[in-house]
């Protein structure tokens, strides 16, 4: 799901991750690692000066994070017709 909240204006900064890892995979080399989605995530963040532990991170920073995406809303919705949520902040839908 984090990955479909990326701003479209920030997913130049997502490819290059990518090419990255493709590159790596590419190169046939054994015992490398390569970036899962998590990983990704982090280098996404840490590339542009934004705390990249999950813990740390701030999810209701719109330059980073596209919080108007249908998908979360749909989430949203559906995640408070079964759980008790607290209502959400105006400025973040």
Same mark, same amino acid.
């Not at 130049?12 to 590159?23: A, L, R, Y």
């Not at 542009?48 to 749909?74: M, P």
């Given at each position: 799901?984090?990955?479909?909240?990326?701003?479209?204006?920030?997913?130049?900064i997502f490819?290059?991750? *990518?090419?990255?890892?493709?590159?790596l &995979?590419?190169? $046939?080399?054994? #015992? @490398?690692?390569?970036?899962? %989605? /998590?990983t990704? +995530?982090?280098?996404?963040?840490?590339?542009?000066?934004e705390?990249? *532990?999950?813990?740390k991170?701030?999810? &209701?920073?719109? $330059?980073?994070w #596209? @919080?108007?995406?249908?998908n %979360? /809303?749909k989430? +949203?919705?559906?995640?408070?017709?079964?759980?008790?949520?607290?209502?959400?902040?105006?400025?973040?839908?």
């Amino acid at each position: 799901m984090l990955r479909s909240l990326i701003p479209s204006n920030k997913e130049p900064i997502f490819k290059c991750i *990518e090419d990255h890892q493709n590159c790596l &995979k590419s190169l $046939n080399i054994s #015992n @490398l690692e390569y970036a899962d %989605l /998590k990983t990704e +995530i982090g280098f996404y963040l840490h590339t542009s000066n934004e705390a990249s *532990e999950a813990r740390k991170r701030d999810y &209701k920073n719109q $330059n980073f994070w #596209n @919080l108007n995406n249908d998908n %979360l /809303k749909k989430n +949203i919705a559906f995640m408070r017709a079964i759980l008790p949520l607290p209502p959400l902040e105006p400025s973040l839908f």
